[in-house]
């Protein structure tokens, strides 16, 4: 089903939303666009280009209580609210989709879950993100929306794709339209080459590339944390000093950190910088390849406009392209 909206109605059409979302969009603060929830005097910035903050806060928390407790009573947390995520261009809903997979296949996360299966997901054709590569990964087009929203002139059609996605049109803001049914999709072009860059990443970490990059990489961990898809987290027990209350909390973690591998006793597995560096780009460009098909990568080009050290992901891989 297709409906229009005139593209100054946009602000009420979502005041009208926000009665049942909390709705998470791109937006405008203070010279840079990020996903927020949006606010009635929030401008949307549907042709985003690149956001500050990836949208799997809204999903995964930075820190989050998996159970408090006092006494022998042990509580874990509930969720009730409908979310939305409101104007995803099309990398970012790919990257949705990857950290989907990692979080409910095999085994169900209930923390992601119980956030995830009460978010609706609505599309925008968007711009070109900055620093993006996405078109040269050959990536599949994104599955999850539940509603995709076009620009035409001075209106936005809406294009249902969802059975529950029908209620987002029905209000007085929007009207129905004869337009054809489209897709979003990510352009294809100058695609690299995995095999060869899965080659290469495969010799292991003692490749003079990796001891190069070691040399300028900060172990910040930046890196992960502005990635859409970066998932790994550290769980941490808070007692409080009487022992009988406290909590559990899942906080945000980066495998390219010091002691990410460190286990009891001292013991790291991956100790030296370039080893850490190497599996980064092995995890996303190796490993996901070789378990999903697709790389754990959509090409947003995040993690090049915040690291520290200007280290350029597409600049590695096609160094790995070339050496493969
Ligand atoms: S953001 Fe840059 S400096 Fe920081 S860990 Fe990642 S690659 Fe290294
Ligand atoms: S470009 Fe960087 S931040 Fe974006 S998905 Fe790939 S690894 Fe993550």
Redo the contacts with the bound molecule.
Sequence with gaps: MAIVLAKDDLGGYLEHLCHRFVIYAPIRKEGTITFSIWHSDDEVVLDYETTNTPLKKSLFPHSEPLLTYLDDVVTTPTFDLDLMVFGINPQDARALEILDEAFLKPIEDTHYNRRRKRMYVVGYEGAKMENSFGERLGLPSPENLDMLIMSEGDKYVLQTITDRAKDLVKNGFVKAANTNERKISIEENDKLDLEKIMSFLDKGPDQPIWHE?AK?????????Y?CPICHCFDVEDRPSISGDSGDRRRCWD?C??ADFAQVAGGANFRKG?HE??HN?YHHKFSRAVKERGVPDCVGCGR?IM??????DILGTIEKCEELG
Excluded at 216 to 224: L, Y
Excluded at 306 to 311: E, Y
Aim: glycine fraction near 4%; proline fraction near 4%.
């Design positions: 990059l300028k990489c900060f172990a910040c961990g930046v890196c992960a502005v980066s390219m950190l910088r850490r560096i980064w993690c915040h690291c520290p050290a200007k280290i």
